[in-house]
């Protein structure tokens, strides 16, 4: 009897160190996967392409903003506090303001002609910007 509770708890001991060993392992694979995401650079100028085709009209050309319309997203705040995967939301959703001018859902745009992998590039470009950097 005192054989036999001398036994499990050893094989307790050796089950713990053998998950801990599992956990180390799963860590050092996910670095091939990041190494695979395409370079922000190149998405940062395709969506500058983008933006001049559907965001420019009220952001401006170099979207800094115009009067009375769409406000300057080179240096801002919401740009910069923002995550990307909020901002998509955000792009697609729009912002209703009550006596003033909106952000239109997908700046007007239907998902076919402004699709959410556009989007994806077109905050890259923004998110590249000095002023909207942490
Ligand atoms: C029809 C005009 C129009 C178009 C097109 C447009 N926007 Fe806007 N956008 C606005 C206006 C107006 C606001 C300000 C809304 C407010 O006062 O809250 C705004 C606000 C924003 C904001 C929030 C800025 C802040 O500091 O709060 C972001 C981000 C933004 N737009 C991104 C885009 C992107 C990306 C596109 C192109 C896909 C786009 N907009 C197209 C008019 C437009």
């Known amino acids: 009897m005192k054989l036999m509770t001398k036994g499990c708890l050893v094989a307790c001991v050796a089950g713990v160190s053998l998950f801990g060993g599992c956990g180390g392992e799963g860590e050092s694979s996910s670095a091939p996967a990041a190494a695979k995401k395409p370079s922000v650079n190149a998405m940062a ?52 303001v009550p006596g003033g001018v909106p952000m239109p859902p997908r700046g007007g745009f239907t998902e076919e002609m402004l699709p959410d992998d556009d989007i ?13 950097k942490p």
């Open 120 to 132: 994806v590039k077109v905050i890259a470009y923004l998110k590249n910007f000095p002023g909207n």
């Open 45 to 96: 100028v395709k969506g500058g392409l983008v933006f001049k085709k559907t965001c420019a009209t009220c952001h401006g050309g170099d979207a800094k903003g115009m009067e009375n319309n769409g406000p300057d997203l080179t240096a801002s705040e919401f740009v910069r506090d923002t995550s990307a995967e909020d901002l998509l939301t955000y792009v697609q959703v729009g912002r209703e």
